[in-house]
């Protein structure tokens, strides 16, 4: 799908320069594609944004792109140097690739458009980096930190899906170390190295990311008719209950990010004001 940007110079320059940045790499063709123009006006933008971003991108011969370096992600962080001005870049990126977020403060179609601050924007560096393993089916190294394992420690993985999972983003993945499929929070990667090493592990022997898990939702048991009803109108179209189909292995952050209550018991009303209605058929994929 070609996307539309306006036809200005500096329009062009920052539009490509997001795509080198949290792709990090950029050629004719991929500017081809996405902006749906010829060959020689695709090689004079390039050659436009090369003068404009001088020393932040070299030509590498075997993909015929050229690549962001570390001297381009420093120049990055300087120009977006909160953690707010890089959500947006990142949003207005995604927008122009073709998955678009809030963009807070823009007004549409007279409407004023609003979001809560996005903490969640990752490095461009790791970002980039990560996707590039998974379009060549690489494996890379990450130094990684969890809550379990907070020290910093190596891990070996082989990426191959990248997960906006409410405010976070996860890079879906298989590790050596846990000789399974893993979510991988990726603002608690603080290096990543690309192996060039083909990995043996692919997306379709990852059974929880590939399975489909049915989910049945009721309004919470525990509250009132008439709270119950509010929600049933909110949520179900004033029905009594509403189906749904998620991986197994996002199972846990959609729940997690509605506030659904998988054990009312325990997890009460008003505080969760939905609940699973099939939690023995949903247990298997929690917290996979």
């Known amino acids: 799908m070609v996307r539309m940007i306006p036809d200005s110079p500096l329009a062009r320059?920052?539009?490509m320069w997001l795509v080198l940045i949290w792709e990090g790499e950029l050629g004719r063709s991929r500017v081809m594609k996405l902006f749906g123009i010829g060959e020689t006006r695709a090689s004079q933008w390039i050659k436009e944004l090369r003068e404009a971003y001088p020393d932040t991108m070299l030509w590498n011969t075997r993909t015929r792109t050229f690549k962001a370096i570390d001297a381009g992600y420093a120049r990055f962080e300087q120009e977006y140097?909160?953690?707010?001005?890089?959500?947006?870049?990142?949003?207005?990126?995604?927008a122009l690739t073709g998955l678009p977020l809030d963009d807070p403060g823009q007004r549409g179609d007279g409407i004023q458009w609003a979001s809560y601050p996005d903490m969640s924007a990752p490095a461009p560096a790791i970002f980039s980096r990560l996707r590039q393993a998974i379009l060549r089916r690489e494996m890379?190294?990450?130094?990684?930190?969890s809550m379990n394992n907070p020290e910093p420690h190596l891990r070996r993985i082989a990426p191959h899906g990248l997960i906006k999972a409410?405010?976070?983003?996860?890079?879906?993945?298989?590790?050596?170390?846990?000789?399974?499929?893993?979510d991988f929070a990726i603002g608690r990667i603080s290096g990543l190295e690309q192996l060039a090493i083909e990995s043996?592990?692919?997306e379709t022997e990852d059974t929880a990311w590939n399975t489909w898990v049915r989910v049945e939702l009721v309004a919470h048991p525990g509250l009132s008719l008439p709270q119950a009803q509010v929600i049933q109108r909110e949520f179900f179209n004033s029905g009594k209950r509403r189906v749904e189909q998620c991986r197994g292995s996002l199972l846990h952050y959609f729940l997690q990010d509605l506030m659904v209550a998988i054990e009312p018991a325990t997890q009460q009303a008003p505080d969760y004001q939905l609940a699973v209605a099939n939690p023995r058929e949903i247990e298997p994929w929690l917290f996979r």
């Open 166 to 182: 409410g405010r976070r983003w996860h890079v879906r993945a298989y590790c050596e170390r846990a000789a399974g499929f893993r």
């Open 140 to 145: 890379v190294s990450i130094e990684y930190a």
């Open 13 to 15: 320059l920052d539009a």
């Open 200 to 202: 043996a592990h692919l």
């Open 81 to 94: 140097s909160t953690a707010r001005l890089r959500a947006a870049s990142l949003s207005r990126y995604l």
